[in-house]
């Protein structure tokens, strides 16, 4: 059974960084594709970034370029996310998710595996 357990979140100031980290197992997952979405609220849950397991392909929302970077650890199966110059309005719950493919995708509904999220506050 695949988990995906995220931790990193927390309360920053705006201009502040935070790196997130989804830790998974129960697979291999070097055919996988493994993105972060998020979901602030009353908003839709959308895209922030991907990365393809194998090979390090990554995908960054235009929200994301320039400010986030993900990455992943292949001896530890875990992927990150750093994040910098953070912005109030990047406050959201955000969430890990795992695709058994090598296309990236950007819609929720195409990733197969979910975590519970980790909440991100940026203050002004």
């Known amino acids: 059974q695949v988990q995906l357990v995220e931790s990193g979140g927390g309360l920053v100031q705006a201009g502040g960084s935070l790196r997130l980290s989804c830790a998974a197992s129960g697979r291999t997952f070097s055919n996988y594709v493994m993105a972060w979405f998020r979901q602030a609220p009353g908003k839709e849950r959308e895209f922030v970034a991907a990365i393809r397991w194998s090979g390090g392909y990554t995908y960054y929302a235009d929200s994301a370029k320039g400010r986030f970077t993900i990455s992943r650890d292949n001896a530890k199966n875990t992927v990150y996310l750093q994040m910098n110059s953070l912005k109030p309005e990047d406050t959201a719950v955000y969430y890990c998710?795992?695709?058994?493919?090598?296309?990236?995708?950007?819609?929720?509904?195409?990733?197969?595996?979910w975590g519970q999220g980790t909440k991100v506050t940026v203050s002004s």
């Open positions: 998710a795992g695709g058994d493919t090598i296309i990236i995708r950007t819609t929720p509904g195409k990733y197969d595996y």
